[in-house]
């Protein structure tokens, strides 16, 4: 079956424009999360949705960074006023249901999308 | 605080020879603990989990992990390994408040040589 899916693959702005960047998870996967990778570094979280949930924003590096996910599917990861810091590569995930059974904690990641901020 | 820490940021090894790459959490209850592997240009891919059971894991590819709760640690083994297993390793562990979150370590970069 499909796995998680990333567009673009790769992105390249300039410093101050805005970016958008897309998620689909995986058909009936329930939660979904946002990591940011940096060169060198290990996964930051970023924010984690849950069905109908508010989401939990809490890894989320400024106010410039928002995401949204619609109809409890796809998912938009928008960063304003792009800074050359936020150049990372940027991953997407989802997985079943909430960490109540050991079978639906398994987070499925995507193929990631690779931001450059000239 | 919860953590994980792989204290190995690059291990390089000779095709053919045994593997065995470091994890080391902190967590309050019992874990989960995952390993992924990133290959160049992709996302991660699973390689094997623990929730609960028997402590030594198998994973795919030949990979086998062991949960030492009395050392905190989750360390991933092969036997023999391949060329193609060249890539970079991250443990990782949850969940954390109700939620799926999961903390990533940094990552060990392998090196296979011939």
């Known amino acids: 079956g499909a796995g998680v899916s990333q567009s673009p693959s790769n992105k390249v702005t300039e410093k101050g424009k805005d970016v958008e960047l897309r998620c689909d998870p995986i058909?009936?996967?329930?939660?979904l999360y946002w990591y940011r990778q940096s060169l060198g570094q290990g996964l930051e979280f970023l924010i984690y949705?849950?069905?109908?949930?508010?989401?939990?924003k809490s890894g989320l590096p400024s106010d410039r960074f928002s995401a949204e996910r619609t109809g409890g599917s796809v998912s938009t990861l928008t960063i304003q006023r792009t800074q050359q810091e936020d150049s990372a590569v940027y991953l997407c995930?989802?997985?079943?249901?909430?960490?109540?059974?050991?079978?639906?904690?398994?987070?499925?990641f995507g193929p990631g999308t690779r931001l450059t901020v000239l | 605080a919860q953590s994980v820490t792989q204290p190995d940021i690059h291990i390089t090894v000779s095709e053919g020879a045994s593997l065995e790459l470091r994890c080391n959490y902190s967590?309050?209850?019992?874990?989960?603990l995952f390993w992924y592997v990133q290959s160049p240009g992709q996302g991660l891919q699973l390689l094997l989990k623990?929730?609960?059971?028997?402590?030594l894991v198998q994973g795919i590819k030949g990979f086998e992990a062991e949960f030492k709760r009395s050392q905190s640690s989750f360390n991933l083994r092969k036997p023999s390994v391949h060329w193609s297993d060249a890539a970079e390793y991250f443990c990782?562990?949850?969940?954390?408040?109700?939620?799926?979150?999961?903390?990533f370590g940094t990552g060990t970069r392998l090196q296979v040589f011939p």
């Open positions: 058909s009936g996967h329930t939660a």
């Open positions: 623990y929730f609960s059971g028997d402590t």
């Open positions: 995930a989802s997985s079943l249901a909430t960490g109540l059974a050991g079978g639906s904690v398994t987070q499925y």
């Open positions: 967590y309050g209850a019992t874990p989960y």
């Open positions: 990782a562990v949850g969940p954390f408040g109700g939620t799926d979150k999961l903390i």
């Open positions: 949705f849950q069905g109908n949930s508010a989401p939990d």
